[in-house]
């Protein structure tokens, strides 16, 4: 044409011609689908194999978290809450005041204690000391009348049996003298017997008795005395106070929490691993863990390991199912104190 290119048109070129520049065009197309599926089939192996490897060999990360000892603090018998004495986040040493709280019944009943208490010394020493002195002193008395209504009975019978013997006295008489006489025996016996009990006062079963008594009643006393007690609540562990469940003002209930105290010198860390990650770890055992809070790691010895149960999370190990793997709860403590752990914080093992 005019531009200088070449034009053939098809209806001057010959038929041999067309049929090998078509051949040509399919082999051309065949071999880039070839090309294609080969580097298709090379990418996904090469994948499959970076990722085969670094699944199998990457490390297993097992993450824990701290946690702490802690008790509660509880009163026996429900009350009001008159003071706290201390508030969230203070460290309190055995015997700190924490809490006072006011119980009116126990008050009261502490007064009717207090006073059985009083009137049962009294009776034990009144006991104890036995009759008075003017009543033992009367009691003597009326011995000696009888005594001596006795000797002139005795007199008067031994006169009238002289005359009965004689022949001058009857022996109406005589039997009359002998009735009264013998009348005073019996009255000297009842008097020197009374005269006896007032003497030594009450028998030793009367005087255990009102000492029990006595003693249970002091006892009472002591079991208010010790539920007063508890109306000041103290620390009985040192520890750092954790939460405050109430406030002041407010009613507790019995055995109600009125805080919670963590012993701050008992930490641990707990992890959940399944039995095929332990491989080895038992109690008394040492691994590193990673604190991320510090971003630094911590030595820590294995002193419990026990099973979750059927509840806990488990994992077959084929998707047949030939058997699972259940998961073991693991606690370990640090080999050295670790200033600043907290309850809470991460813990991450990491396990080639």
């Known amino acids: 044409n005019r531009d200088g290119n070449i034009r053939i048109s ?14 040509m065009s399919a082999k051309s197309q065949h071999t880039n689908i070839l090309l294609a599926v080969i580097g298709f089939t090379a990418v996904v ?26 008790y509660r603090v509880s009163c026996k018998l429900p009350g009001r809450l008159l003071e706290l004495r201390v508030k969230e986040g203070d460290y309190v040493e055995v015997g700190d ?18 006073a059985t208490e009083g009137a049962a010394d009294a009776i034990s020493d009144l006991t104890n000391a036995g009759a008075r002195k003017e009543a033992i002193e009367a009691s003597r ?11 002139l009975a005795h007199n008067t019978y031994t006169r009238i049996q002289r005359l009965y013997d004689e022949g001058v006295m009857s022996a109406q008489k005589r039997d009359e003298a002998l009735t009264a006489y013998k009348v005073t025996e019996a009255q000297v016996a009842t008097a020197k017997a009374q005269y006896e009990i007032v003497k030594n006062g009450a028998r030793e079963q009367e005087k255990r008795a009102v000492q029990k008594q006595a003693q249970a009643a002091k006892s009472a006393v002591d079991v208010v005395k010790s539920v007063l007690r508890e109306t000041v609540q103290v620390a009985t562990a040192a520890g750092e106070v954790s939460t405050i469940n109430v406030k002041e003002g407010e009613l507790v209930g019995m055995g109600s929490s ?6 701050m010198d008992d930490m641990w860390g707990v992890f959940n691993v399944r039995e095929d990650q332990l491989r080895g770890m038992k109690v008394g055992s040492t691994f590193k863990v990673f604190v991320p809070a510090f971003d630094k790691e911590v030595d820590m010895k294995v002193f419990n390991l026990k099973d979750e149960g059927s509840y806990a999370t488990w994992k077959a190990t084929k998707t047949t199912g030939q058997y699972d793997l259940k998961t073991f709860e693991v606690k370990a403590r640090p080999t050295a104190k670790f200033d600043g752990l907290r309850p809470g914080m991460t813990l991450v093992f990491r396990r080639q």
């Open 10 to 23: 098809l209806q001057q070129t010959p038929y041999y011609f067309i049929k090998e520049i078509t051949i």
């Open 45 to 70: 192996i090469t994948v499959a194999v970076i990722g085969f490897f670094a699944l199998d060999r990457g490390e297993e990360i097992i993450q824990g978290e701290v946690e702490v000892s802690e």
């Open 97 to 114: 005041t924490l809490a006072i709280l006011e119980i009116p019944e126990a008050n009261a009943q502490q007064k009717v204690a207090e």
């Open 141 to 151: 008395q009326i011995l000696q009348q009888a005594e001596s209504a006795k000797e």
């Open 258 to 263: 009125i805080m919670t105290i963590s012993i």
